[in-house]
C-alpha cells in the first residue's frame, strides 16, 4: 500500500482499531471447546470466555503490539529495515531465565519473572560493554547484544542438557517455541502494566525518535542529544520486548515483518508508524494465536506457526529490491 494523506491515515488507524475489536470477538467466540455464543452463555462457557479466551486475547493484544513498537523503534534507531526487537539479546536473556526458573521448579509466575529480570539484566550488560567498548555506539551496541546473546544462548543449551528428560526438558522446550496457552489474570496485569510502561513514553517522544534516523551532527544541530534519546528509546523498547518474551515465550518476526507493513501504510514518520505498528501487532498476533489453537487437534506454538509465516515473507521482500 502507497502512503497515503494524514486525512487518510486516520481513517486507516480508525479501521485498524475496529478490525481489532471485530478479530478480538471473533477470536472469543472461537476455541478447542467450541464456539460460544456470547449472548447466550452457560456457567461452562462464562469460564471458557472469561478464564481461558478473554485472558489469552488480551495477552495477545498486549505482547503482539509491544513486540511490534519495540521492531518499528529499533529499525528507526539502527537504520536497519530489519533489526528486530531481540537484536540486543533480551529475548536470549528471557530465555535463559525461563529456562533456570523452570529447572528449579519455579511456579508459572516465577518464570515469568525470571524470564523478565534476566531480560533487563542481559540488556544492563549489553549497555555497560557499549560504554566501555570504542566505535559507533549503534554497531558496539549491536556486537556488544550478540555476544552477550551467546552466551545466553550456550546458558540455555546447558540448562536443557542437565534438566530431567522425562518433566523439566519437554517443558523448557515447550516454553522457547512461544505458547500464550495457560495466561490468567495475573499475566493480563503484567503484560498490560509493562506494555504502558514501555509503550506511553515513546509514544510521547515519537516525534524526536525521527531525529534518530539523522547523522549525529544533524540531530545535534536540532538540539537533541542523541545520546540520552538513544538511551532512554533503548531502554523502554527493551522493556516492552522483554514483558513480552517473558510472557509469551519466543515468538521471532512479528516485531520485524509488521513494521514493515506498518511503513507501507503510515510512511517513514514514527509520530504515525509506532500507533499503526501498536495496532498492527495486536491484530497479527491475535488471529495467529487463534489459528493456532483452533485450526488443528493439537495447539501449534506460536513461535513456529510464525518462523512458517516470516520466513516466506522476508524471501518475497528480498526478490523485490525495492521493497528493501
Avoid at 78 to 106: K, M, Q, R, V
Amino acid at each position: 500500500m502507497q502512503n497515503v494523506n494524514r486525512k487518510s491515515r486516520r481513517f486507516v488507524f480508525l479501521f485498524l482499531f475496529v478490525l481489532l475489536l471485530v478479530i478480538c470477538f471473533i477470536s472469543l467466540c472461537l476455541g478447542r471447546f467450541g464456539f460460544v455464543n456470547v449472548f447466550d452463555l452457560t456457567e461452562q462457557s462464562k469460564i471458557v470466555l472469561w478464564n481461558i479466551r478473554f485472558t489469552r486475547i488480551v495477552c495477545a493484544c498486549a505482547v503482539g503490539a509491544g513486540l511490534s513498537v519495540a521492531g518499528a523503534v529499533f529499525q528507526t534507531l539502527f537504520h536497519n529495515p530489519l533489526a528486530s526487537p531481540d537484536l540486543l539479546g533480551a529475548s536470549s536473556g528471557a530465555g535463559f531465565g525461563a529456562a533456570l526458573a523452570i529447572l528449579l521448579g519455579f511456579s508459572k509466575s516465577g518464570v515469568t519473572v525470571s524470564a523478565f529480570a534476566v531480560s533487563l539484566f542481559s540488556i544492563v550488560i549489553i549497555y555497560l560493554i557499549s560504554k566501555k567498548a570504542h566505535g559507533k555506539s549503534s554497531y558496539v551496541l549491536i556486537v556488544s547484544g550478540i555476544l552477550v546473546s551467546a552466551i545466553f544462548s550456550s546458558g540455555i543449551s546447558f540448562v536443557k542438557l542437565i534438566s530431567d528428560p522425562e518433566n523439566k526438558l519437554p517443558e523448557i522446550t515447550f516454553w522457547l517455541m512461544g505458547s500464550l496457552a495457560g495466561k490468567k489474570a495475573e499475566d493480563c496485569i503484567f503484560i498490560c502494566t509493562s506494555f504502558l510502561v514501555g509503550a506511553i513514553p515513546l509514544f510521547l517522544i515519537r516525534w524526536k525518535i525521527n531525529l534518530l534516523s539523522l547523522s549525529s551532527d544533524e540531530a545535534k544541530s536540532l538540539g537533541v542529544n542523541t545520546a540520552l534519546l538513544k538511551t532512554v528509546v533503548v531502554i523502554f523498547a527493551t522493556i516492552l520486548t522483554s514483558a513480552s518474551v517473558s510472557v509469551s515465550g519466543l515468538i521471532g518476526w512479528i516485531g520485524i515483518i509488521v513494521p514493515l507493513i506498518a511503513r507501507k501504510i503510515s510512511g517513514e514518520n514514527c509520530v504515525e508508524l509506532i500507533p499503526c505498528s501498536a495496532l498492527l501487532g495486536a491484530v497479527f498476533l491475535v488471529v495467529v494465536d487463534t489459528v493456532s489453537r483452533c485450526a488443528f487437534s493439537a495447539e501449534i506454538p506460536i513461535g513456529i506457526l510464525m518462523s512458517f509465516i516470516g520466513s516466506p515473507f522476508l524471501i518475497a521482500l528480498l526478490l523485490k529490491r525495492k521493497s528493501i
